[in-house]
């Protein structure tokens, strides 16, 4: 007799990520590290903006909610992946690669158009409003990602988890990792170069005190150290992706 669903996916689930843990040890130490720095810099950012009154700015409610929801949507795409749940994992990554893309465009472009209608909870279409306004570079890497997350959304043979055996799963596993790696590096990007600016760092590295003994300085250069790092360690196509979000982006 079959076993009980809530039984048997306990045991896959167990299975799964006691081999992760062991076959990703250095990625999921990574990301776990990275999650926790990028925690701090986003409550050293909302101290700062408040200090300055920046809090009142409506970019600055938008910076605050993207960059934490992300945060906590990667952490829980991070555990999903964790326990071979690789599908369900997905369909989280697009809304926030999304999020981040809207955001620098937001704050390269000026366009208080994009900034209310994501205020205001409207649609925004991804590749008419954003992607095909972005001159340079003309980037297919995060064109061809975008699309790639999109097929994980949408309820089709793309969208399905194809096995619940961790040998057949590992390589799907692994490129969930990668897509984390990528997404937490442009998250901090975003935050880092587009929202805090040298004279809000300034004032955090003379007035804010961080955790384990690092200032705030010390630690937004762990920080830095190790989003280049994670860089370093993934394949080309990830990386041209990386290299074009982090160039500044000229519109028509």
Known sequence: MREKYTNSMKKHTENAFHKVNDDFKIQIGDIESI???????????????????RILNEFTQMAIVIISKNIDYIYASFKLTQIGQYAAARTIFRNI???????????????????????????????KKV???????????????????????????????????????????????????????????????????????????????????????????????????SKRSLSKEPQKVLTDFSKVWKYT
């Open 97 to 127: 690669y999304e999020s981040v893309v809207i955001l620098k465009t937001v704050s390269i472009s000026g366009s208080q158009q994009l900034l209310s209608d994501w205020m205001n909870g409207k649609n925004i279409n991804m590749r």
């Open 131 to 229: 992607f095909e306004k972005i001159h340079s570079p003309q980037s297919e890497a995060m064109k061809l990602l975008w699309e790639d997350l999109c097929r994980f959304c949408h309820g089709t043979v793309f969208s399905r988890q194809q096995s619940h055996d961790y040998n057949k799963i590992k390589v799907a596993i692994e490129y969930n990792f990668v897509v984390l790696e990528m997404l937490l590096y442009m998250n901090y990007h975003v935050l880092n170069r587009y929202v805090f600016s040298d004279n809000m760092k300034a004032m955090a590295d003379r007035n804010i005190c961080t955790f384990e003994d690092m200032d705030t300085k010390e630690k937004r250069e762990v920080l830095r150290l190790k989003l280049k790092e």
């Open 35 to 53: 999650l926790d720095l990028e925690e701090d810099m986003l409550a050293t950012y909302c101290a700062i903006a408040q200090l300055d009154g």
